[in-house]
């Protein structure tokens, strides 16, 4: 058996393959939860983009920073929140990530390094370059990474935080999830550019587009930009070409596009073709994938059971946390 | 405590250079800071501190305050320079809806420890888009503190206490103040967050305001003094937290209040005062609080307009009267 696929050790060709389990999983069971009227506010879901989150958060340690955005259970999921503290604060529970005060579009853990998922597009570009200034400042190997869409590359915040990032080297990769649609509208209507990548050129950075719905192709790329930026050599904005499985959110009537169009990239789901590269290299039996499916989804279950378990917050806890209370100074 | 004469930007430069000395994660970062900023209000920091820690940034607005999030939740202390206020719209979505909202929504995970400093208010004719007071903006936002000192010893004092705060301070400066002197003590000392201060004692009729208006209150005490009227004045200081106590306490004896900004009138800091005056005090007031603001139209170029529109001593005298009655 060999040690590596394609130079991904197998340990880490595995650990990505679960995690994109432990994703569509969730998000599969979520959005029939959000149908059922079980769950409140929107639910974007990350389904058919899961080899980005597991791939790049592979090559990152929980004391490296990410950036997500409303479509963010997979960043959280993937950069090592547990599911019951997605779920529950999904629920609105005080046992959730952010104590119930988030809900699907804020989920956060600073401990594991993940800055909160974001309802603003295009959020994530400063934040995550300010994680990336604090981490060079205080001499220590962090990277950043910033997740964002392909909608959210025409902000200005995208422009003002790469032009900044590059001037000063900043130890960040700035991750396009480029799954076609801005919301309801393709991105090919709304955007100058048809390779995202060149815009890096205006910032004297590397810009280079990949597979998205391939794990080994995104492990490859953010590997490179990841080693450039723990070296001092400064961002790099990956463009990786995915596909939005679902509408923009669950319950989205997507009248802006074809059955057809979903159905023929559906072919390049990039769970099973990452299956399947493991399987041919002998790395995961198809009854091995089998169990792991089965436990995935019975632990997706324990986590809407623990968060049906949970208690809301108390009503007299509202206006905890506007500020830094005296007592945690 | 010694004092020494210096002017308001002096004193503010003072308090960041204390602050500085002490923690290592303060980083100060904006437009053209390392040339000393727009009124010197940052200048020698980059001589003593280096550009490591004075950071020259981008015409960015968004980027700097992002920028300053980014770094404030991973473990600096940002000190964050918008130059003009009204530059603070290119940057209103990263103040209102993330550093105002990282701690609530993330569940206390994390605090944010920036101040964003930014020079405000009427000066010279600047026209519209340097001369506005957007005080309410901030002071709208629930995870915002909101500071607007009226003179040196108080910027330094209240910078101080901005820095060593765990959350997002807007530190706002009126321009014509920067270059005002006054006698400031000479060591670190720190105005708390939310304490109004008595400038000056009046048995006749309260004035409640902040930053250069309180000058001209004083201005305005003076003249009203003339006329036999014993007005008295209360420097807020802070807008959030808002030193209420304070001035209910004061109210309650004068049974008479105006509520003086340069900010607009129409849905201002005064409307929110006056309203808290009256839910608390109604039977004991004498007259209905007034307020004394700009009118409603952008501040506008030409000399004469410019004073037609900002309210100046003659009309918190004047409201003072009407008041009285």
């Not at chain 1, 099973?272 to 290299?281: G, I, K, M, S, V």
């Not at chain 2, 605090?111 to 009427?122: C, E, K």
Request: proline share 4%; net charge negative.
């Amino acid at each position: 058996m060999a040690t590596t696929l394609d130079g991904i050790p197998n340990e880490v060709a595995l650990a990505i393959h679960r995690r994109m389990v432990r994703i569509r999983a969730f998000e599969e069971y979520v959005s029939e939860l959000f149908l059922q009227g079980k769950l409140q506010g929107f639910v974007h879901t990350y389904i058919g983009q899961e080899a980005i989150a597991a791939g790049v958060c592979s090559l990152l340690d929980d004391s490296d920073y990410i950036t997500s955005t409303h479509r963010g259970h997979g960043h959280a999921i993937a950069k090592g929140i547990h599911l019951n503290q997605i779920m529950a604060e999904l629920f609105g529970n005080v046992t959730g990530a952010c104590r119930g005060r988030g809900g699907s579009m804020h989920v956060a853990d600073f401990s594991l390094g993940m800055l909160g998922a974001n309802g603003i597009v295009g959020g994530g570009f400063g934040i995550a370059a300010g994680a990336a200034l604090s981490a060079k400042y205080r001499g220590t190997n962090q990277v950043s990474v910033c997740f964002f869409g392909d909608g959210a590359i025409n902000k200005g915040t995208f422009h003002e935080a790469l032009n900044f990032a590059a001037v000063h080297d900043l130890p960040a990769v700035f991750i396009c999830e480029n799954n076609q649609y801005a919301q309801f509208t393709a991105g090919g209507r709304t955007t100058a550019v048809n390779d995202l990548a060149v815009r890096a050129a205006s910032y004297n950075i590397p810009g280079v587009t990949a597979d998205g719905n391939h794990a080994g192709e995104v492990y490859r790329a953010a590997h490179e930009a990841l080693n450039r930026a723990r070296a001092g050599r400064g961002p790099t904005l990956l463009n990786l070409l995915t596909y939005r499985f679902g509408g923009h959110y669950v319950g989205d009537a997507e009248v802006y596009r074809d059955k057809q169009e979903v159905e023929k990239r559906r072919a390049l789901d990039p769970i099973p073709r990452w299956e399947q590269a493991l399987n041919d290299a002998r790395i995961l039996s198809a009854d091995e994938a089998t169990t792991i499916w089965a436990a995935t989804r019975q632990a997706v279950a324990d986590a809407e059971q623990f968060a049906q378990d949970s208690p809301f917050p108390q009503a007299d806890t509202a206006l905890d946390w506007v500020f830094t209370e005296a007592a945690d100074r | 405590m010694s004092t020494k004469r210096m002017s308001f930007g002096q004193a503010t430069v003072d308090a960041t250079r204390f602050a500085m000395r002490q923690d290592e994660r303060i980083i100060v970062l904006g437009e053209d800071i390392s040339w000393g900023g727009n009124f010197g209000q940052f200048r020698g920091l980059l001589e003593e501190f280096g550009p490591k820690r004075v950071i020259d940034m981008p015409i960015s607005e968004a980027a700097i305050m992002s920028v300053s999030l980014g770094a404030a939740v991973t473990g600096l202390r940002p000190v964050a320079s918008m130059s003009f206020v009204e530059f603070t719209f290119g940057a209103m979505d990263e103040i209102v809806n993330q550093v105002a909202k990282f701690r609530y929504m993330f569940g206390g995970q994390t605090s944010v420890p920036i101040v964003l400093r930014a020079s405000d208010g009427t000066m010279r004719c600047s026209a519209s888009h340097h001369s506005s007071s957007l005080e309410v903006r901030f002071a709208h936002m629930p995870g915002l503190k909101v500071v607007a000192p009226s003179n040196a010893a108080d910027a330094k004092g209240l910078l101080r206490s901005a820095i060593a705060d765990d959350d997002p301070v807007v530190y706002l400066e009126n321009k014509q103040m920067t270059a005002k002197r006054a006698p400031v003590p000479e060591d670190d000392y720190n105005v708390p967050l939310g304490s109004a201060t008595i400038a000056r004692p009046g048995r006749d009729v309260t004035i409640i305001t902040y930053s250069i208006p309180a000058l001209r209150a004083l201005e305005a005490c003076a003249q009203l003094e003339a006329k036999g009227i014993d007005a008295g004045v209360i420097d807020l200081r802070s807008l959030v937290p808002l030193d209420m106590t304070t001035v209910l306490e004061t109210v309650a004896q004068t049974r008479l209040a105006v509520v003086v900004h340069e900010a607009w009138r129409f849905g201002g800091l005064g409307a929110e005062i006056a309203s808290q005056i009256t839910e608390a005090l109604f039977k004991e007031l004498v007259a209905p609080v007034a307020r004394v603001g700009a009118a409603s139209a952008p501040i506008p170029f030409s000399p004469p307009l410019e004073a037609a529109v900002v309210p100046g001593v003659s009309d918190i005298v004047a409201a003072v009267e009407r008041v009285i009655g």
